[in-house]
C-alpha cells in the first residue's frame, strides 16, 4: 500500500464476521510504498483492514 505521508498504520486479518485473526503490522511508518506478508491462512473468506491514522481501508481475500 501507498502512504503519501508518514503516519501511524495497521493491517490486520479478519475472518468474514469481523474477527481479528491476526495483527500483521502496527507501527509508525514512513511516507511511500509498504509490502508486508499475510500469516499462513486455511482456505476461505478473509477481509484485510488497513488502518492509516483516522481513515481504514477493508478489502476482501479468498483463499483456496
Do not use: C, W
Not at 479478519?14 to 511508518?29: C, F, H, M, P, S
Amino acid at each position: 500500500f501507498y502512504m503519501g505521508v508518514s503516519n501511524t498504520a495497521s493491517v490486520e486479518v479478519l475472518d468474514i464476521t469481523g474477527k481479528l485473526i491476526e495483527t500483521v503490522a502496527k507501527e509508525n511508518l514512513s511516507a511511500g510504498n509498504h509490502e508486508f506478508t499475510l500469516p499462513q491462512l486455511s482456505s476461505g473468506v478473509y477481509m484485510i483492514q488497513v488502518t492509516i491514522g483516522s481513515k481504514r481501508l477493508i478489502r476482501k481475500l479468498i483463499v483456496s
